[in-house]
């Protein structure tokens, strides 16, 4: 009826001042809500949760409202340096360019463009993506031209001013960045830290990702999708003494002399912006459900999968048993560890460093396995399992066809070409530059392997965020210096990662990818997550880590290799994360050595979201097999529920005890893992915070009752160091 009212309203309007009718049904046609807002018309785009409404002011091109908390974002107008102009995106014309889209995820796509009043040669188009159901959009920024400009910068500086929110209704301020490395584990990690007013009123620089405020009301969110280690910044916010926030760029952005014109538009990152209550808790579970479910169209990298990694055994056997990495790289070794992981219940069978002749070529090593891992796929897929291989996608050999053909793709530093150099005991190989054709090349090398072998899991390793600032390839020309040359390498590959897996995708839509940020210097944030998911711990930190000298080079240099609860502290740590961001895009590997003791204390860990194993499967026990077994068959029963449950935790990693609570609040179905050891002496309890489903299974040392509201009590005590876990919502142990 609203919208019947404004048609007319505008049909009538039409007749007075010559507007042709048949535009406005055209534009109704289109899902644009037309709002009056103080008198004036606005175009937009409503969903269940949300609204987006142009306004185009010097103040605010359009405006984010959430209609459930009554909250409003006002975002200006970017800012850009073209053609040596400093030019603001005040816009003619905003039109609506495409009728929305619904994606494979259920979020709707929407695209908007106006024509630049201060140069009408020169258009900004938004791309919003919005859901339903969810208060987070996501959105970007592109200036398109059909003519030839250039973006431009004064003093070599990234003259870009994304957005700036005015925070002056918000009181309490946080920042959350996702990049801080913890050398204590040699992990990424999570960070939240209060910002104070004295931070606005010396307009102190943050780097985020992601800045969170809150009233007595309620509370807001911005972020971008981009990636590095803090503090290396590429973009940022920068605080106002006014008590606003600018999110600019600082470096990396673009290149001085950068065309706009026809088929070279500019593509800022993705930003996400929301409203909620004033709870934190409550807008990050709003957020972590957006990142599990809305964010990307890569659906698989979110599903709770089992992965086995081979590389544990193979760095075990080199440092321990003195043989080569690759000496357990052959058909008999991998068709038996196949039969021990599909008992155990894992369903992600993955080949890690070896199975290839070579880089670049990335061909199955014949001498391995002379059926071209035939067999091996033919296995998995009779256990209902996936095949997954490693890949170095920055590396190819010195005689592969690639490098041959094309040697201007290697990657070069100051003029200096980097390599060769062996690769894990194959052939000598270059670093070579995503950021050039080679990007397209590799993509294609991955649709080959997923159509001969049936991969559909890539891991991706060495991968690091610096290396390149030649002048040929697209992050830059002979005309910038060789550090923003440099410094546009680091920011563009978070998008040269996600230009791979989206052609990927087009031929393996099931295809997961996971990029490897064990080591430092790697592009961690929110931008690679648009495709897939972080392999983040696998043996967490080595003794250089602690000042540790090692008397024999030839030792293992890594700390945590034993059975026991010292190693899943330190994995176990970037579970945190799972406040924000769904631990199932975190994958970590755990060990199934022997005694049961440690092993369930292994499988308590996994089972919270990192889901990955590695070790000796072989050595395993009949009994520890078996174990793994039952445990992953009552896990495969409520991983959903765990996969979308909000984490409530008591207690720091390696406190007594230390408590997991991931039950769903809609079902009640889930798991509570608690660890500890025998220091206390006495009995302890816990009360969950959800109502729980009452089919439940739990291992020794505890009682679980139910209270009235139908939460769980659980009493419990440590004779060793272990593991309680109880699950709710299951059938039974088989």
């Known amino acids: 009826m609203r919208k019947l009212l404004i048609a007319l309203l505008i049909v009538f309007s039409s007749a007075i001042f010559g507007i042709e009718t048949e535009s406005v049904v055209m534009q109704l046609s289109k899902n644009i809500d037309l709002v009056i807002d103080c008198g004036k018309v606005s175009r937009g785009f409503k969903s269940n949760h949300v609204s987006i409404e142009f306004v185009n002011t010097n103040q605010s091109l359009w405006v984010y409202k959430n209609r459930k908390y009554h909250s409003e974002i006002s975002m200006s107008a970017p800012q850009f340096e073209i053609d040596n102009k400093l030019l603001t995106a005040e816009l003619n014309n905003i039109e609506q360019i495409e009728a929305p889209v619904t994606l494979e995820n259920g979020s709707i796509q929407v695209s908007y463009q106006g024509v630049f009043k201060q140069d009408t040669g020169l258009s900004l188009r938004i791309n919003f993506k919005v859901t339903e159901n969810n208060p987070v959009v996501r959105f970007q920024y592109l200036i398109v031209s059909n003519t030839i400009h250039k973006l431009t910068k004064t003093n070599n500086t990234d003259n870009l001013n994304y957005l700036s929110l005015d925070l002056t209704q918000y009181k309490h301020f946080k920042e959350i960045q996702f ?6 584990n040699h992990s990424f990690a999570l960070n939240e830290i209060p910002i104070e007013k004295r931070y606005f009123e010396n307009e102190i620089q943050l780097t985020g990702p992601m800045l969170i405020a809150a009233n007595d009301k309620s509370s807001i969110l911005i972020a971008y999708e981009h990636g ?34 026809p088929g070279q538009d500019f593509e800022s990152v993705w930003f996400e912006v929301a409203t909620g209550p004033k709870e934190e808790e409550k807008l990050a579970a709003s957020y972590r459900e957006f990142i599990l479910r809305y964010m990307s169209i890569a659906t698989e990298s979110r599903k709770p999968y089992i992965f086995y990694n081979t ?22 070794r991998i068709m038996q560890e196949i039969d021990v992981a599909h008992k155990m219940g894992i369903e992600v069978f993955v080949i890690d460093a070896g199975w290839f ?3 670049g070529d990335w061909q199955v090593n014949t001498k391995f396995f002379p059926d071209t891992l035939r067999d091996v796929s033919k296995k998995l897929k009779e256990y209902g399992m996936k095949l997954g291989l490693w890949f170095s996608p920055t590396q190819a050999c010195v005689n592969s066809a690639i490098v041959k053909e094309h040697p201007e793709y290697r990657m070069s530093l100051n003029g200096n070409i980097d390599g060769p150099f062996e690769v894990w005991e194959t052939p000598p190989s270059y670093n070579i530059c995503l950021e050039s054709p080679y990007w397209e090349y590799f993509a294609d090398q991955l649709i080959k392997l997923y159509h001969e072998t049936g991969v559909t899991y890539f891991k991706w ?3 690091y965020q610096y290396g390149c600032n030649d002048p040929g390839h697209f992050h830059g020309n002979a005309g910038n210096t060789s550090q923003e040359r440099l410094d546009c390498y680091a920011f563009q590959m978070n998008n040269y990662l996600n230009r791979v897996i989206q052609k990927l995708l087009t031929e393996c839509p099931q295809a ?12 961690m944030g929110l931008g690679f997550l648009y495709s897939g998911k972080y392999f983040v711990v696998n043996n967490g930190p080595y003794y250089s880590n602690y000042n540790i000298t090692i008397d024999n080079e030839n030792d293992w240099s890594n700390i945590f290799t034993n059975p026991g609860p010292a190693r899943p502290w330190v994995v176990r740590t970037p579970v945190s994360y ?3 961001l769904p631990s199932v895009l975190f994958l970590s590997h755990y060990l199934p050595d022997d005694p049961a003791a440690s092993q369930m204390i292994n499988i308590g860990s996994l089972i919270l979201g990192q889901n990955g194993i590695w070790g000796d499967l072989l050595s395993v026990s009949d009994s520890g097999v078996a174990l793994f077994g039952k445990m992953f068959g009552l896990y495969k029963q409520v991983r959903d529920d765990i996969t979308e449950s909000n984490p409530v935790l008591s207690g720091s990693v390696s406190c007594n005890p230390e408590i997991h609570e991931k039950i769903n609040e809609k079902t009640g179905r889930g798991v509570i893992v608690i660890f500890g050891n025998p220091a206390a002496g006495h009995k302890m309890y816990y009360v969950s915070k959800n109502r729980v489903d009452t089919r439940i299974w739990h291992n020794d040392d505890a009682t679980v009752t139910f209270d009235k509201e139908g ?24």
């Open 311 to 332: 590389w544990a055994y193979q760095e075990r056997n080199k440092w321990l048993n003195k043989k080569q990495y690759l000496s357990s790289m052959n058909y008999d």
């Open 179 to 184: 990049s801080t490395f913890d050398e204590k």
């Open 711 to 734: 939460r769980a009590i659980i009493t419990f005590e440590f004779k060793d160091d272990a593991a309680k876990i109880i699950f709710f919502g299951v059938s039974s142990a088989n």
């Open 512 to 523: 997961i990818v996971d990029f490897d940020v064990t080591e430092g210097w790697r592009s």
């Open 578 to 580: 799972d406040k924000w």
């Open 461 to 463: 390793d060495a991968i």
């Open 228 to 261: 590095s280690q803090i503090p290396d910044a590429f973009i940022n916010f920068q605080l106002k003494n006014n008590n606003s926030v600018a999110v600019k760029a600082v470096k990396g952005n673009y290149y001085n002399g950068q065309i706009i014109g």
């Open 357 to 359: 002749n070579q880089t």
